[in-house]
């Protein structure tokens, strides 16, 4: 009798600690639940300030005339372009600039040349003028372009204005 009463103690109390044990875990997975959940709350509202941020930004590219979206030419000067058989106006603008350091008035100075090296500084502005920046490593200036382009793809540039930094 007392092996069964020992026995019934000791499996009263591995039940005890058996509980306890799960207590404990589903208090711990409720708890890890509740972290989640609030992880998940705050990536819901980062989202969310992303979003009203990227909204601002469109607003505000709209309202300051979108310059990213700036389109040189129309639709009937792209035709022309393509009659020319010219597919990307820009880059053959930038291109053929860039073919042309002799446009620059500027002298280069301790054993630099002259050129357009940034393509990115070559602004075509309309299917007239071009924007540019030149520079040799030590002294740079910028240049406005206006140009035409004959059937045969030549193009003929003529220096509107000049301003050396």
């Known amino acids: ?50 979003d009203e941020q990227a909204a601002e930004l469109q607003a505000g590219d709209e309202a300051n005339g ?12 792209l035709r022309r372009f393509e009659e020319k058989q010219i597919i990307e106006p820009i880059s053959f603008l930038r291109d053929r600039l860039q073919d042309r350091p002799d446009l620059i008035p500027t002298e280069a100075v301790l054993g630099g040349t002259m050129n357009f090296y940034d393509r ?6 309309n299917d007239k003028w071009v924007f540019a920046t030149y520079e040799d490593g030590h002294i740079m200036g910028q240049i406005l372009l206006g140009y035409s382009i004959d059937d045969d793809q030549s193009i003929e540039w003529d220096v509107i204005d000049v301003a050396e930094k």
């Open 1 to 50: 009798m007392n092996v069964l009463k020992i026995s019934i103690g000791i499996l009263a109390g591995i039940l005890v600690v058996l509980l306890v044990i799960i207590y404990l875990s589903v208090q711990n997975m409720q708890e890890l639940q509740g972290r989640l959940d609030n992880c998940h709350e705050e990536v819901r509202q980062l989202e969310d300030q992303l």
């Open 66 to 77: 979108n310059l990213v979206s700036f389109k040189p030419f129309s639709d009937y000067e």
């Open 120 to 125: 990115e500084a070559i602004h075509v502005l």
